[in-house]
């Protein structure tokens, strides 16, 4: 293995792989470096995600405002990662016997990272009213990119000399003209497009630097050089580029070698506003971009006007003198200008990025210096201010963010930053230095104040304090006697001083009172000049800003703000822009745009301590721009405009809203038919579940929930779940159509279709029958069970009347024809009538005989009138009464007895009084709940209980009852079992068991 091999090794390891694994990818490649590490961080790419702390979530959203749906884009976004990388994989193993050129590789559409997911379904990417469309976010990969070694540049400056310059031209141009012909669909989609947001992919596929070499999606760039770079290309596509180079003429007088060179330092650092265009490099080779796209060259350049203007650098010595002697003047294109935030504020960094001092130019530097000023001679109609956040950081050695605060005003003035105020501005430049050099030596002062003491980190502690904790100390110990405290520890005494009770020592009262004096003298001075101080500095920096503001001839004003939420190795950029119509911000969150306060704006524009949110880029617009803006709100824009718009690119949106259009059916359709299968596989489990818990059960309240339930236990399992099926179709078909009713050609029937066989959704007639048969008797299964609920719980001596006429009711007008109470409600009554003949002894026992005899005929009376006189508990009453009647006989007033006997002969004759007969009937609330179950939707999913559902009622009737009657309803199984009636001794043993002993009563 060669020394080259070994670095390839090496490069590789340097990144955090193993040799093995290095050795192993540059096999599978044939040596590419770029192919092998590629291929090692797409199948580790979990491992490089948990070492960068890489929180998809919060780089793709604003996680603060959006919890909840970010959470589910985040699992997305993992997703769609995974498989963009394991298709990356794909391609790469599949060439890997295929050397392929640098060129070729830097163009590969494969070494990009694009997620390719939807951040929103369908139906929610739905433009709403007119809101404006946003962006998707197709993905970020600098942080992958940052495990690289960087050493594009390079090979791009070794590619540069061994291309043709003619070859770059045409390549570069090539793309620019597809910039701009995606740009414009992409424009013409964010003003007629009915989604949210569009996907950017295609123009940013397009977008190449300056050597023809595409610019990797997700590939880190600062955000100045983007934006220059960006309408760089977009200028070049439309054909104005060619319209600049009059205006530079004879500017630069230089070599061709010179010239490489200045274009080699450019591209390093592309904070110069010079454009480089490859056709200045070699004349003879120039490419005539503009032939292709229009024969005649445009009267303006729109991109210069608008995006760029002009500005001129000059280039002079200054000798201590103050004489300045002007080297050079050239004009350049205006472009981004980037500010420092260490200077805080818009004015005082613009005027500081307009002013630089070349080092090196000279070689006296002690009595000269070199300066390079820039003016601007073509105001453009909007300004970009590129904020420079990033710095290195000497502890960390990495780049961090200045997060320091960084304000700006809403409106700002470009007069002395104009050329051709430049004598003025020299003057004011002046004073400038002059206001920042006393402001220099005042804060200077201040520090002197705040860091009187100096301490180990080369912080300080202030004056005004330490006079403060003086005055303190010799206000509380003047006030006391020196007091120490003693403690005996191991037979010694140790003495304790505390600093607040060392007390007057020697002092005198006076000499202590004058010391006090002279401190808070001091204090009230020092705080007195250290206020002064700090006023005469906010005043120098409103003079500062005067002298800024002299002229208002030139207003910009705020339109747009780009800010970066985040650190310096990841975050995420959103946008705000200002609608001046509606004094209205409008945040652009990627696909999320909606209204924002003034304030959070600039909370979030301006930065500060602990705030990671902070503006990046600041646009302003001039009068003109402005003017139309007022009267012109960004929903106005889009009104009318589509018939302004070339009719191809409102075709290809229309096509493409069409497409969408058929897409939204298409999802919603879907969607809809998912959540019908869905639900009704949950119900159908729900069923299975409830009828689970009911084995070895006799309870039947599980078939009163609904109907559904009801069909599974008549063991019709194909008929529930054809019925379930059939009210969630109800349920979820946007115009509650049943399954019966669906055409056939319906998109929810044709989406069943493949989850269902066709005889399960259609049924016959014979099945039809059969359901609505069914659906009767569940209604009426339903109506017996309230009155029996009725019944039981009115089977009391108080209310026995109502318990009876609803049983009476019961059997004349919903007789259990098909035995599913198995006679419930007559037994319940036949328990009632035990419970009142065992009570009759009981009545007898306390000593109240009239109420005895009050039992005793409701007994008669409902035993005449509901069981058959084979019944055994109809025998067991006169059994019952008569046993109760020689029991009392002796205790019976004349008139008691009478009333027994007739009692008892009624009994016998089967004869009642009519007043005594109970009619059928049941009460207004019943009536109303039997009515309800007659018009009830039987197709309305019913789950949960309630206090007030039939199921729920039934089944705690049902459980009370049992408790309340457990020792009749043995009783009453008992006389069932035995078939004929139970004599005295039985009798006698039942009542005992109930604490009844009429043997007591003598």
């Not at 830097?106 to 939807?118: M, T």
């Not at 569940?778 to 309230?786: D, L, P």
Request: glycine letters at 4%.
């Amino acid at each position: 293995m060669g020394k080259e091999y070994q670095q390839k090794i090496s490069q590789i390891m340097q990144i955090g792989f193993q040799k093995a694994q290095a050795e192993n990818a540059l096999q599978i490649f044939n040596g590419n470096v770029e192919q092998a590490i590629d291929y090692l961080l797409s199948s580790q790419l979990n491992q490089v995600l948990r070492k960068t702390r890489l929180d998809l979530s919060q780089i793709m959203y604003n996680v603060s405002v959006y919890n909840d749906v970010f959470q589910n884009e985040g699992r997305q976004m993992q997703l769609a990662m995974e498989q963009s990388m394991m298709k990356k994989t794909q391609a790469n193993s599949s060439s890997n016997k295929t050397m392929i050129s640098l060129n070729q590789s830097q163009q590969n559409i494969e070494d990009e990272l694009i997620l390719e997911y939807e951040p929103l379904d369908a139906e929610d990417r739905q433009r709403q009213d007119e809101t404006p469309v946003g962006l998707k976010n197709i993905g970020n990969k600098k942080i992958l990119k940052a495990y690289l070694p960087d050493n594009r540049l390079e090979e791009q400056l070794k590619q540069l000399q061994k291309t043709n310059i003619e070859e770059l031209n045409k390549r570069r141009m090539r793309y620019s003209r597809n910039l701009v012909n995606h740009l414009s669909k992409l424009l013409a989609q964010l003003i007629m497009s009915n989604r949210k947001y569009v996907d950017p992919t295609q123009v940013l596929k397009t977008l190449v630097d300056d050597f023809g070499n595409r610019i990797l999606i997700g590939e880190q760039k600062d955000i100045g050089e983007f934006q220059l770079n960006f309408i760089e290309r977009i200028e070049e596509g439309l054909g104005e580029s060619n319209l600049n180079e009059n205006a530079q003429g004879d500017n630069n007088k230089l070599n061709e070698e010179q010239k490489f060179q200045q274009t080699l330092s450019q591209q390093v650092d592309r904070k110069s506003s010079l454009v480089f265009d490859l056709n200045k490099i070699v004349g003879e080779q120039k490419f005539n971009s503009t032939q292709q796209i229009d024969s005649k060259q445009r009267a303006k350049n729109t991109i210069q006007e608008n995006f760029f203007g002009e500005k001129i650098s000059i280039l002079k010595i200054i000798k201590n003198d103050q004489r300045e002697l002007v080297m050079s003047e050239k004009r350049e294109k205006l472009g981004p200008i980037y500010l420092d935030i260490q200077h805080q504020r818009l004015y005082e960094a613009w005027n500081e990025s307009f002013q630089d001092q070349v080092q090196g130019y000279l070689k006296d530097q002690e009595t000269s210096k070199c300066i390079n000023e820039f003016y601007i001679t073509e105001p453009p109609n909007v300004l970009f201010f590129s904020l420079n956040r990033v710095q290195y950081d000497q502890k960390s050695k990495g780049a961090v963010k200045n997060m320091s605060q960084f304000t700006f005003d809403k409106v700002i003035y470009a007069d002395m930053f104009l050329h051709q105020n430049k004598e003025k501005t020299d003057q004011l430049r002046q004073d400038v230095i002059q206001i920042n050099d006393q402001i220099k030596i005042m804060r200077q002062s201040i520090e002197q104040y705040q860091k009187y003491i100096p301490t180990n980190n080369n912080g300080g502690v202030s004056l005004l304090d330490t006079l403060g904790s003086a005055f303190q100390f010799l206000d509380i110990n003047s006030s006391f006697p020196p007091s120490p405290i003693h403690h005996i520890i191991g037979g010694e005494q140790i003495t304790i001083h505390n600093p607040q009770q060392i007390g007057q020592l020697d002092f005198s009262q006076e000499e202590l009172t004058n010391a006090l004096k002279v401190l808070k003298i001091y204090q009230n001075v020092v705080g007195q000049q250290m206020s002064t101080l700090e006023d005469q500095i906010q005043n120098l920096n409103k003079k500062l800003k005067n002298i800024y503001v002299q002229s208002k001839e030139t207003p910009y004003y705020l339109h747009g703000i780009l800010v970066h939420q985040g650190y310096a190795d990841s975050g995420h950029y959103f946008s705000y822009v200002y609608d001046r119509k509606t004094k209205i911000w409008w945040k652009f969150n990627d696909h999320i745009v909606h209204q924002e306060s003034e304030e959070t704006v600039l909370q979030d524009a301006y930065g500060g301590q602990n705030q990671t949110n902070t503006a990046y880029s600041l646009i302003y617009i001039n009068s003109k721009v402005a003017s139309y803006l007022e009267k012109t709100s960004i929903l106005d824009i889009y009104k009318g405009i589509d018939l302004k718009i070339d009719p191809s690119l409102k075709k290809f949106v229309q096509d493409i809203n069409h497409k969408f259009i058929k897409e939204v059916s298409t999802f919603k359709a879907e969607k809809i038919v998912k959540s019908i299968v869905d639900t009704q596989k949950a119900r159908v489990n729900f069923i299975n579940n409830q009828l689970s818990q009911q084995k070895g059960s006799s309870l039947i309240q599980h078939n009163l929930i609904n109907f559904p339930i009801f069909l599974k236990c008549e063991e019709l399992s194909t008929f529930s779940r054809w019925f379930i099926l059939n009210s969630c179709v109800r349920e979820y078909h946007p115009a509650q159509l049943s399954l019966v009713d669906l055409p056939v050609d319906d998109f929810v029937y044709q989406g069943l279709r493949k989850m269902f066989a066709n005889t399960f959704l259609q049924l016959s007639d014979k099945e039809a029958n059969t359901l609505k048969l069914k659906m009767k008797q569940f209604r009426k299964y339903k109506q017996q069970c309230a009155i029996i609920c009725d019944i039981m719980m009115n089977l009391n001596q108080q209310k026995y009347q109502i318990a009876l006429g609803c049983l009476s009711y019961l059997n004349k007008e919903l007789p259990d024809t098909l035995q599913k109470f198995n006679n419930l409600p007559q037994d319940s009554n036949k328990v009632f009538i035990l419970q009142c003949l065992i009570q009759v002894n009981a009545e007898y026992v306390k000593g109240d005989i009239n109420s005895a005899l009050i039992l005793a005929n409701i007994a008669v009376v409902d035993g005449l009138q509901f069981l058959e006189s084979s019944d055994p508990h109809f025998k067991q009453i006169l059994v019952c009464l008569e046993r109760s009647y020689k029991a009392m006989k002796k205790k019976f007033s004349k008139e008691q007895e009478k009333k027994f006997s007739e009692i008892i002969k009624k009994l016998k004759k089967s004869k009642i009084e009519v007043e005594e007969k109970v009619n059928p009937q049941i009460t207004d609330e019943l009536k109303i709940e039997i009515n309800d179950i007659e018009d009830e939707d039987l197709e309305k999913w019913k789950e949960n209980w309630d206090p007030d559902h039939i199921a729920f009622r039934y089944f705690n009737v049902l459980q009370e009852y049992r408790i309340r009657q457990e020792a009749y309803i043995k009783l009453h199984l008992q006389l069932t079992e035995k078939k004929s009636t139970l004599n005295d001794e039985e009798l006698y043993k039942v009542e005992t068991n109930l604490s009844i002993d009429i043997k007591s009563i003598k």
